[in-house]
């Protein structure tokens, strides 16, 4: 019972993991960082390094 429910948690932590890294790859792209910016954040402007 114990190690299902790490599983789960585990392949949880891990979508998590690979949606984020997908966003920053997203991000760090000229091409689509105009599509993941929101105009409250200005828009298209370059996006800071982190």
Excluded: C
Excluded at 5 to 15: H, L
């Amino acid at each position: 019972m114990l190690k299902a429910t790490w599983n789960v948690i585990m392949e949880a932590v891990r979508g998590i993991d690979m949606a984020h890294a997908i966003f920053h790859r997203a991000e760090a792209s000229p091409r689509t960082s105009a599509a993941v910016r929101t105009s409250e954040e200005g828009g298209a402007r370059p996006a800071a390094i982190a």
